[in-house]
C-alpha cells in the first residue's frame, strides 16, 4: 500500500538531526518535526524559511507518540519527492546497482549507503523491492539514501531495456558455475555497469540471472558461499569503483 499510494504525495519519516539535514540540503519539504528541546537550537536554523509547526516534547512523551525510544532525539516527517524517470537517471552515470525484491529495510539502507560511499552514481529498484524511504532505512543508511539518486524500475526484468539503451553492461552477483570471480571482472570492468543485486534468500531470479551480460562471484574461503547482500554490495562496489 505504501508503495502504491505514497509516491504520489506521501510521507517519510527522518530521524536524527544528521538525516534530518541531509534531507533539507536535498531539497526535500518537511510537514512537521517532533524534537526534544536540547536539538531545537540545532535544527532551527535549517528550518528557516518553512511554516511548518515544530513539537517540543521530553523523551517519555516522544516515546510514547512515535512508539520506540527516539533515542536520536529528533524525527521530521517530509513530503517524498517525485521519483526520476530511469533514463534521467543513467545519462551521466557510470556505476549503477539494481536492487532486485530485496525484502530487508536494514540491507536496503547499508546498500545506499556502500553506494553512497564507494561512487555508484543511482540505485535503481524493482517493484517488490522494500522501501528505501522506509525510516528504518533512512535510518541505516545514515541519510545517503537522499543523496544517492534512485527511482523504481516500474517492470522487471524487462526494465533492463533502458540501461542496456544506455549502454551498461549487467554485471548479476549470483553463485554460478562458470562465474567471473570478482577481481577478474573489474581488472576489465566496462565503461558502464549495472551491478544486479538480489534476495536475502534465494539471491537473483534466473531470469536476472539470464538476462545479465556476466555473471560476478565473490571467491570466499572456509566453506562460506556467499556474504550478506549488503557486504557484498560494499566489496563488488570498493572492487568496481572509478
Known amino acids: 500500500m505504501r508503495r502504491k499510494l505514497e509516491p504520489a504525495g506521501g510521507l517519510y519519516l527522518a530521524e536524527s538531526t544528521k538525516v534530518i539535514t541531509r534531507a533539507l540540503a536535498a531539497g526535500h519539504r518537511p510537514r512537521s518535526v517532533l524534537l526534544q528541546e536540547q536539538w531545537l537550537p540545532e535544527l532551527e536554523p535549517l528550518l528557516d524559511g518553512f511554516d511548518v509547526p515544530v513539537y517540543v516534547a521530553d523523551a517519555a512523551v516522544l516515546e510514547s507518540i512515535t512508539g520506540f525510544n527516539l533515542h536520536r532525539g529528533a524525527i521530521a ?27 530487508d529495510h536494514t540491507n536496503v539502507g547499508a546498500i545506499f549507503r556502500a553506494a553512497a560511499g564507494l561512487g555508484a552514481d543511482a540505485v535503481l ?17 545514515m ?27 549487467l554485471a548479476a552477483l549470483a553463485l554460478e558455475d562458470g562465474a567471473v570471480p570478482l577481481d577478474e571482472y573489474a581488472a576489465n ?7 544486479l543485486l538480489g534476495t536475502e534468500g534465494d539471491g537473483l531470479t534466473r531470469k536476472a540471472i539470464a538476462e545479465a ?22 566489496v563488488a562496489l570498493w572492487e568496481l569503483r572509478v
Not at 557510470?94 to 525484491?101: F, N, S, Y
Not at 529498484?125 to 535510518?139: E, H, I, W
Not at 570492468?189 to 551491478?195: C, F, I, K, M, Y
Request: glycine share 4%; hydrophobic share 50%; aromatic share 6%.
Open 213 to 234: 551480460d556476466t555473471v560476478v562471484t565473490i571467491p570466499m574461503l572456509r566453506g562460506v558461499d556467499s556474504l550478506n547482500v549488503a557486504a557484498a554490495s560494499a
Open 143 to 169: 541519510g545517503t539514501v537522499l543523496q544517492v539518486p534512485w527511482t523504481r524500475i516500474p517492470w522487471w526484468p524487462d526494465g533492463a531495456a533502458p540501461l542496456r539503451a544506455a549502454g551498461f553492461q
Open 77 to 103: 516527517a517530509m513530503h517524498r519527492p517525485e521519483l526520476p524517470a530511469v533514463e534521467e537517471l543513467l545519462r551521466y552515470a557510470r556505476r549503477v546497482v539494481v536492487l532486485e525484491d530485496i525484502a
Open 125 to 141: 529498484v524493482t517493484p517488490r523491492c522494500a522501501d528505501p524511504l522506509y525510516r528504518r532505512s533512512v535510518r541505516v543508511s
Open 189 to 195: 570492468a566496462p565503461e558502464r555497469v549495472a551491478l
